[in-house]
């Protein structure tokens, strides 16, 4: 993708591609050129894989199979990042919906290379990485390791090897070349987090200064343990039981656990988590409009500096609305079709009194509040100047207020995860 992109761009102007010098350059045709370039690759690999996931992999009539589709691809935090801040996630995203796509259809040896493509293109898509093999593994066990699960298990393995070694085949003969490559995939020298992130690091930084405290060392060890331990709950109840819609919810819990504790984290991470979140906009439409919402909501600073203030109104708004239209998200919102009866449990015991209210509506009043808090929160950021001693008093905010949804989020998918289907519909849809 990249040679091809420095190949077509030499060949229209090379001072958009000229080492050193090409570097900030900016003009309107070379934004067209840029952002046709990402319309190409969505083109041929994000939409049609969207396309294809809503009309196989989604229940209902076609006309909500539609909205479903619409709604996917309307999510605005992709279409900024890509098209505003210039990017190709769609690419990474593509590949590993075409992963899912494969596995949801049984096709588990195209689902694999689907997914090394992937994470061959950009390393990021571990967060997606221990559900797929998780999945992948339980299907094996369960089949039998001494029969049809064995050869299932060597074919995938098979497919995963011959991947990789094609993709790493042009700098398998240089060994220093192949190790630049690994340092530039982790690049661990650039600390814990960047700018203002909302995971949990960032957050915790107001009141705790970790970068200061722990070593670079200690801060890697402590991301990776906390990271591990925030996703094994998930992958072990998968592998335990590997339905498709435990494979849908532990790919949730794995990209927010990843984006909330992991090590080196930006903004642009959330995507991997707004994934998820589409494929479960059928399932769970209001929660996954929430956190679809939030996750661009939280990289408003980001969208700020880059100049996208009117596009992030726009594209938020229309997501917003046709978003709660098509899908009736308001209105399939019981305790029942939210799951919160496990979730009731866990906060309440069913002994206190509060463990009798409406946890559907509570969830609908929190939902309004949240939406009005986004926007005020936007306002004041465009609005306002900070206090001279808290310059960063607005991105912070967004930041911290982002964190509390992903991690509430986070605590919910593990606990609907956890939870036994509540109606006969609701077990069709795990297998």
Same mark, same amino acid.
């Given at each position: ?5 420095l190949?077509?761009?030499k060949?229209i102007?090379?001072?958009?591609v ?8 900016e ?27 809503c009309?196989?992999?989604?229940e ?7 909205s ?14 890509d ?32 997914f ?17 093999f ?8 369960k ?14 393995a ?8 094609l ?36 957050s ?14 200690t ?16 992958? *072990?109840? @998968? &592998?335990?039981?590997?339905? %498709?819609?435990?494979?849908? $919810?532990? !790919?949730?819990?794995?990209? /927010? =656990? ?7 984290v ?5 995507l991997l ?15 996954? *409009?929430? @956190? &679809?919402?939030?996750?661009? %909501?939280?990289?408003?600073? $980001?969208? !700020?500096?880059?100049?996208? /203030? =009117? ?24 305790e ?26 509570v ?11 986004m ?10 100047v ?17 964190f ?28």
């Amino acid at each position: 993708m990249c040679k091809c992109y420095l190949f077509r761009a030499k060949v229209i102007n090379p001072e958009w591609v000229e080492l050193h010098k090409s570097r900030g350059y900016e003009s309107p045709a070379h934004k067209l050129f840029m952002r046709a370039t990402v319309l190409v690759a969505d083109l041929l690999i994000y939409i049609p894989a969207v396309v294809v996931y809503c009309l196989y992999l989604t229940e209902g009539s076609s006309k909500r199979k539609v909205s479903i589709l619409f709604c996917f691809l309307l999510y605005p935090g992709l279409i900024l990042i890509d098209y505003g801040h210039f990017q190709y996630n769609g690419v990474s995203l593509g590949f590993a919906l075409w992963g899912v796509l494969a596995l949801g259809l049984s096709w588990d040896a195209l689902g694999s290379m689907a997914f090394c493509l992937a994470l061959n293109y950009k390393q990021m898509e571990l967060y997606h990485a221990l559900p797929f093999f998780c999945y992948l593994l339980g299907k094996c066990v369960k089949l039998g390791l001494t029969g049809r699960g064995f050869f299932l298990l060597v074919r995938i393995a098979a497919t995963v090897l011959v991947t990789f070694a094609l993709c790493w085949l042009p700098f398998l003969s240089d060994p220093g070349q192949a190790m630049q490559v690994i340092r530039r995939i982790f690049p661990v020298a650039r600390g814990l987090y960047e700018d203002k992130v909302a995971n949990t690091w960032c957050s915790l930084n107001i009141l705790i200064k970790i970068r200061s405290i722990l070593s670079s060392d200690t801060q890697i060890y402590l991301s990776a343990a906390c990271t591990l331990l925030a996703v094994l709950p998930s992958c *072990i109840k @998968l &592998l335990t039981n590997p339905t %498709f819609w435990q494979f849908k $919810l532990a !790919l949730m819990n794995s990209s /927010l =656990a990843f984006f909330l504790f992991s090590y080196q984290v930006h903004e642009k991470s959330i995507l991997l988590a707004a994934l998820p979140a589409c494929l479960l906009l059928s399932d769970l439409p209001l929660v996954a *409009i929430w @956190l &679809l919402l939030t996750s661009n %909501f939280s990289m408003l600073p $980001l969208l !700020l500096k880059d100049g996208l /203030l =009117a596009p992030y109104i726009v594209t938020s708004l229309a997501f917003l609305f046709f978003s709660l239209y098509l899908l009736s998200a308001l209105e399939h919102c019981s305790e029942e079709e939210l799951r919160l009866e496990a979730y009731r449990k866990l906060l309440f015991f069913n002994v206190l009194p509060c463990s009798k209210m409406d946890m559907a509506a509570v969830t609908q009043w929190k939902f309004y509040i949240s939406v009005a808090a986004m926007a005020g929160l936007s306002f004041v950021s465009v609005a306002m100047v900070p206090p001279p001693r808290l310059p960063d008093l607005f991105p912070v905010l967004v930041s911290t207020f982002s964190f509390l949804h992903f991690f509430g989020t986070l605590v919910y998918f593990n606990v609907v995860q956890f939870s036994e289907p509540t109606s006969k519909k609701s077990q069709k849809k795990t297998n």
